[in-house]
């Protein structure tokens, strides 16, 4: 659910001890609003359905594999919750599905794909070293992992999860079973040790946690946790203090993580309250680097309407992030900086940061085209600068399409349509006013 509220100027606010950034004050565009530059989407994904005729399948989260032999034959890979893992070529085909894998027993859940990130350079038995793509398999609270082949053009995926692997949060399937479980991920490997982890947010709580995979002697893999950050719930504010507004039994959660392996950092979106910058290790205090409108809005959960009623905005929030604070991605511009790129929910835009300083330095939103309708509600995003042939030769932007346009059949009889859109990296650049 989204809570409006209107923009104020930024203030410095002090969260568990550690002082967040001020936001650059700046006009942040409501839904629809066509002041944010327009870019256009080049291809798009099959559509999805989320009911029992279309396998309940929904679009959540992108991931970009890059094909170093063959760019052109890069691969945008793309969780669909029950559906599975599904792997596109570059004009959005689909080309292999991945099944989740069904409920253990009666009354279970069955696997339910969230989020997905590939993990480079692991080194199997075999002598070969091979990417593989991580997904939170947020129905059985796994993380697995299937191994990427570009030698195999028409399955390059296999499934190379432990039969063992054990639940990443939960310490009871009836825990399991209520989604108290893997959620968003982001996987990196340490440069100076070369051991691979995964970080993985649990549905329903503030916890992040950190895992290192472990290749096991006959090819599988499985992961060790590590340690559990908890981002904060409460925050001191002029007015006193706030928590975001939480069904009960839920605590504000976060989805949205990605890596800067270089500099052993992360950022994490946590969906009501804004970005979080941490180490990549999770040994040290996060630090608030932006904040959604809604922060510090009082709130209080309506059982009946199963809504949090909003109530007058004091001020506290930020002017780019509009709840949830989704999708998180790392990019290199051709300058050679590096910036983030943001999904707010909210407002069906893209917010820009240099990673240098952390500081805005514009938005974007996908459009409607010609050819291919744009993207609303965005969840999981991806990026790479790297030219992939000439489908994309200045590099690739994914965003999951929350309301997928209906199919050229016409009316969809209500189900809910999601898919991936694929844009030109370049459009989007330049969009953002980024170098």
Not at 243 to 270: F, H, L, M, N, W
Not at 380 to 397: S, V
Not at 407 to 428: C, H, I, P, Q
Request: glycine letters at 12%; a negative charge; charged letters at 25%.
């Amino acid at each position: 659910m989204h809570r409006r509220t209107r923009l104020t100027a930024a203030l410095t606010v002090l969260v568990s001890g550690v002082t967040a950034a001020t936001a650059t004050a700046a006009t942040a565009p409501l839904p629809g609003n066509h002041t944010v530059a327009p870019v256009y989407a080049k291809a798009e994904t099959p559509a999805l359905f989320d009911d029992d005729e279309g396998g309940n399948s929904n679009a959540d989260d992108p991931a970009i594999w890059y094909d170093a032999a063959h760019p052109g034959s890069s691969l945008v890979l793309g969780t669909a919750k029950e559906g599975g893992l599904d792997v596109h070529r570059l004009d959005g085909t689909r080309l292999q599905t991945l099944p989740a894998p069904a409920a253990p027993a009666a009354g279970s859940a069955p696997g339910r794909f969230n989020n997905v990130d590939v993990l480079t350079g692991l080194r199997f038995p075999d002598g070969r070293r091979s990417d593989v793509a991580v997904v939170t398999d947020r129905g059985r609270d796994r993380i697995r992992f299937y191994r990427i082949d570009g030698s195999r053009p028409s399955a390059p995926l296999t499934d190379v999860t432990d039969a063992a692997v054990p639940r990443a949060f939960a310490a009871t399937e009836a825990e399991v079973d209520d989604q108290y479980t893997a959620y968003g991920t982001a996987a990196w490997r340490d440069r100076r040790t070369g051991r691979s982890y995964v970080l993985a947010s649990r549905r329903h709580t503030a916890d992040v946690g950190l895992f290192e995979v472990r290749v096991t002697a006959s090819g599988t893999l499985t992961y060790d946790k590590v340690r559990t950050l908890t981002l904060p719930s409460t925050f001191r504010t002029p007015g006193g203090s706030w928590s975001p507004c939480e069904k009960p039994g839920s605590g504000p959660q976060a989805e949205g993580i990605t890596v800067d392996a270089d500099r052993g950092t992360a950022y994490i979106g946590q969906e009501d309250v804004g970005i979080w910058k941490v180490s990549a290790n999770l040994a040290a205090a996060p630090q608030l680097v932006d904040r959604t409108e809604q922060f510090g809005v009082p709130a209080e959960y309506d059982p009946a309407s199963e809504e949090c009623v909003a109530g007058d905005d004091p001020g506290y929030g930020g002017h780019h992030l509009v709840a949830d604070t989704e999708g998180l991605t790392l990019l290199r511009a051709p300058s050679g900086r590096q910036y983030l790129i943001a999904s707010s929910q909210g407002d069906y835009t893209y917010s820009v940061y240099d990673t240098s300083d952390d500081r805005w330095t514009g938005a974007f939103r996908v459009a409607a085209g010609a050819a291919v309708d744009g993207s609303e509600e965005t969840d999981g995003i991806a990026a790479t600068g790297r030219a992939l042939g000439t489908a994309f030769p200045h590099g690739l932007f994914v965003a999951q399409d929350g309301y997928n346009a209906p199919s050229a059949g016409g009316d969809d009889g209500g189900r809910t349509d999601t898919n991936y859109k694929l844009v030109d990296l370049a459009d989007v650049l330049r969009a953002a006013g980024v170098r």
